[in-house]
Structure formats: C-alpha cells, structure tokens
C-alpha cells in the first residue's frame, strides 16, 4: 500500500518559475550530516533585504529561528537561537547558540559554509528545493515564517503541496510508522503514525471489488498533516523568535501541545464509507486546554465529508435537525433514569443542545451497521455535555434518510 506523501518526492518539485527576490525561497541539505529544510525570507541568490529565516532537522520536524545578522556580496550570515522555553523574557531576543555563515554558489542553486558554535564547526550544504509566492507584505522574520504556516494551514481547508509551501510540504512528507491491518472481510485498514508526533490517524488498506479510494486516503492525510502541522508549530514556541507577544504561559515547554496523546478510532468501514472520530486534550498555551470528540463520515469513493445534511432529508439549510428528525431523537433516545444523570441532563439543557449540535456517525457491527447519534461541536464551557446517546440499526432509519445515503449504506 502506498500513500499520498511517499509517492511525491523532492526530485519533481525543484522547478522554480522566476521567483521575486522577496519571495521565500526554501533550500534542501545537510547540516553536518543530518538532513535539514530551511526557508529563506526571499531569495539568497539575489537579496532585496536583510535575510532571516527558519529551519527545522527532517527528522524532528520543529522550527528553529534564524535571525538576519550580517550580509555582503556573496555572503550572508545568521544567528540560530537557543530553546529559552520559560525563561523567555517578554520583548527580550532569545539567546543565539550558533552562527551560520553561507556563501552564494551558481547564482543562488546551492549554498555552502559552516555552522559554528563555541569550537564546533560542521558544514553546511544547501539546494534551492522550491519557492512559494508572497499575497501582501512579504515577510522579513523568522515569525513572519512562522506565522504563515499557522495561519495558512490550520483549522483551514487550504492544501499543503509544494506549490502553496515546499517548506512544509517537504516537513510532512516523511515515512510513517504503518500499524497492523485489521477491519472487516471485505474492508481493511491501517493506523499511520509520523514517528516525530506520534499520533495515530487512520488510512483504507484494501476494499473487496477494489473500487476507488484514494481521494479518501488524500483527504485523511489532510487532515493528519494539519494536525502534525499544529503538533510541531507548538512544539517550536520554545523559541522566543516565535513568540509574537512573549512567553506563552504553559506553551513554551518544547512540547507537541499533548497532541501526541490524542487518539482516532475507525468506527465504521464498507467499501463504499467510513466513520472514524478523534478525540483528546490539546493546549498550547492559553486560557486552557482544547477537549474534542468528533466523529465523521465520508463517502469512501468521492473523499466527501457527510454532514447531517448529506444523510438525513429533514434538515434545514443551515444544517440543523428539523421537525421530524427533531421529534424521532427527542423521542427514542434513551432517557436516564438515574438522579444524578437526570440533574445533569437538566443542567446541560441535553434536549436544546440536540436542536442546534446533533450529528451523526456510523458503527459497524459485523455486517451490522447502526446509525449513531450524539452532539458535538460544543463550546468548551459545555464539552462535558456532549456524548452519544442513540444508536440505531440503519435499516430502522431507512424512510428518514436521503436516498443517495440509503445507497450508499445498501
């Protein structure tokens, strides 16, 4: 089985296409002898300004700051700095633990010259690797860098390719740890894990009649990036150079933000959908931690997220239960009957929450599939409110479905 990130590699994404001088220019080497990606401010090879830039080692995936320092014809230096995590002073630069010192060869193709720091000195050898366009100012410090990654990509649907960002495209296009198979007779699939986050995130392995999924593999490697994205972006705020108003309190500890804690289960799988949900506890910093369970459904052959709008008809254009829905839930639902869950119910105000939060997902059971019910997408004042509490055979369901869905469940 191969996926998306193994099949695109370094040597068909090196074609520039006349980049501007301010536009980042991102090179692939060595350092010493490790592999490394660094992305420039603009283009080394024909400077507009001083150069910043940031870095990261392939096999750690987190950036590190570098700072303009000095620059002449042909030569440019830059102060790496040193992980300051909470002793990082608000306003205060953080402290350089190292210099690098390049010098321009072939217009601007490669660069080559040492890292040094005290009375280590190690090469350094670099490859312009690709160049992404600049929309607005174009960005002068390693947080402009920084800051281009977080707002471009997460929690966004904007793709990460070596168009929009050889820098972060080639950061998560790494070999993953591939857990066992396992599944159903007729669908199986696997977890993938990126050995540097940790994390596992699901993949389809095999589907009988082999019909088409790999719009559905590309789109939960999507979502595994993103996620591996805010990982290590967290996991950079060590550096002062990256934090935009000073220390981040309880997010400058050189952690994944406990996002390598989070966990993913594949609820459902047929040859034609998948459920799956993702649950966990990240912080990065801030008032207080993220807390999520979400499920999903896609349609396996088209990589199409299924909301509640895509499965059942009576749903209103703003994607909300209507009438009938409404009253089938309120009414089949198991109700508690124990006091304390009772007040607790009361307390969440359970039977409004269903009117503006209800989702839906998928469990399969054997050859048994079940419609399962809950809420989700709570405030976080209120994330303890939210669980499932319907399951019911799919075939009980049939008159309240939409008919694209019932086929695709058939």
Known sequence: MQFRSTLLGLAGATVLAGPAAADPMTYVGTLDKLAIVVEFTGDPGEPSGPLAARYHYRAQGADIPLQAKSQTDGTFELAEEEACREACEEGKPGPIGATWSLTVKNGGQTLEGTWKAGKKVFDLKLERAGVRPVEGEPPVTPLDLYNFTVN????TENPITIASSPYDFLRLDMPYDVGE????????????????????????HSLAGRPPFEKANDLLEDRHWVDNIAALSCKSLQYAGFQEYGPVPGGSDGTLGYYDETTSKVLALTPKLISWSESGSVFCGGAHP????????????????????????DVTAEGLPGETLLGYVRERREKPTDQVEIDFEAECGTDDLISQHLAASLKRDGDAMKIV??????????????????????????????????????
Not at 152 to 155: G, I
Not at 191 to 202: A, E, G, H, L, S
Not at 290 to 313: C, P
Request: aromatic share 14%; with cysteine; charged share 20%.
């Open 152 to 155: 471009t990509f997460y929690q």
């Open 373 to 410: 019910l809950g809420l989700s997408g709570l405030p976080h004042a209120i994330q303890a409110c939210g669980d499932d509490f319907m399951e019911v055979p799919a075939a009980d369901v049939m008159s309240l479905l939409k008919p694209e869905f019932a086929a695709l469940l058939n």
């Open 181 to 204: 198979k396992q599944g159903w007779p007729d669908a199986t699939f696997v977890y993938v894990t990126d050995p540097r986050t940790k994390f596992p995130r699901p993949r389809i």
């Open 290 to 313: 993220y807390n999520f369970l979400n499920k999903f459904v896609m349609d396996v052959s088209s990589g199409r997220m299924l909301g509640l709008g895509d499965i059942f008809t």
